[in-house]
């Protein structure tokens, strides 16, 4: 659990392996737009802040977080990627729809995972109300695309260096 108002967010760049040769895709859910660009650009800014070429990030929208789990797959059939940051956010409603789209999207990632080797990072925020979800998109907690995105070129980094 998040400790109140404390940045989670920070990162030693002298620790995160150079990403100057990577390339990135970022698949972000229109749903919750308000929400899922600032973690797009969190990402965004964070892979740029690390030596990541802007021709390098291919950013791709669908229209939910439901369908993440399909673009990230085309994504990767279709794109030279190092990597795919899945940028959604799914807030709490009266009806087990928020159930059933959070576990559909963490499974279908974590599928994608096991069956490329191109790594998928998980960046779906699954909150109980809109201001949690703000608290966690560039909020008084950071913002979740800026961990993804570290998340994103140390994966792709492991992938290239640990399986020659």
């Given at each position: ?57 291919t950013r ?48 279908g990632i974590k ?54």
């Open positions: 659990m998040a400790t109140a108002n404390k940045n989670l967010s920070h990162y030693d760049k002298d620790t995160i392996p150079s990403a100057k040769d990577f390339r990135f895709g970022i698949v972000v859910s229109e749903w919750n737009s308000n929400i899922t660009d600032a973690l797009y650009n969190g990402a965004l800014q964070a892979l740029l802040d690390n030596d990541v070429a802007q021709e390098n990030v791709w929208d669908v229209p939910g977080s439901f369908e993440l789990v399909y673009g990230a797959k085309h994504m990767i059939a279709t794109q030279s990627v190092d990597a795919v940051i899945a940028i959604g956010s799914v807030i709490q409603g009266e009806t087990k729809h928020f159930d059933f789209v959070c576990d559909a999207v963490a499974h599928d994608l995972n096991i069956q490329t080797d191109v790594p998928v990072i998980f960046c779906v925020l699954t909150d109980n109300t809109l201001q949690q979800a703000i608290d966690r998109s560039g909020g008084v907690h950071g913002n979740k695309g800026t961990e993804a995105a570290i998340a994103a070129i140390k994966m792709a980094h492991l992938s290239k260096t640990k399986h020659k």
